[in-house]
């Protein structure tokens, strides 16, 4: 069973230290994303004994700090850590560039409108 006291990452290891290898031998800007986005997964990933501790502070009233929600398997990393009180909507990615410039367009159509 998975506790505290036995979480480890081998494969996550196993991977850094397949990246560093690759990096060496490698230092195109293609590698060294991939190798800094391992690296942050990882980090992510040693961060997830927040998710009970969010639970029993949540169930015991207390403040639970907030995050991102998503699904990792669609490359939603920012959710790492889990055990934060998620959001549906993420404010940063929100007008998208398309609708800003929809919003745009109808706003100035209105005010034409009323000047007219």
């Known amino acids: 069973m998975l506790s505290k006291e036995n979480w480890s990452l081998p494969s ?11 990096y060496k031998q490698d230092r195109s800007k293609k590698v060294e994303e991939a190798f800094l986005r391992a690296l942050d997964i990882v980090e992510r990933m040693r961060k997830c004994d927040a998710e009970y501790k969010g639970f029993f502070a949540g169930i015991s009233g207390e403040y ?14 920012e959710i790492l850590p889990t055990g934060r009180n998620f959001y549906a909507v993420d404010p940063t990615t929100l007008p998208t560039p398309a609708a800003w410039k929809v919003g745009i367009e109808t706003a100035e159509k ?3 409108y009323y000047l007219e």
């Open 12 to 22: 996550g290891e196993v991977c850094m230290q397949r990246c560093k290898l690759e």
């Open 110 to 112: 209105l005010i034409k």
């Open 64 to 77: 639970v700090e907030p995050g991102a929600s998503g699904a990792l398997t669609r490359g939603k990393i």
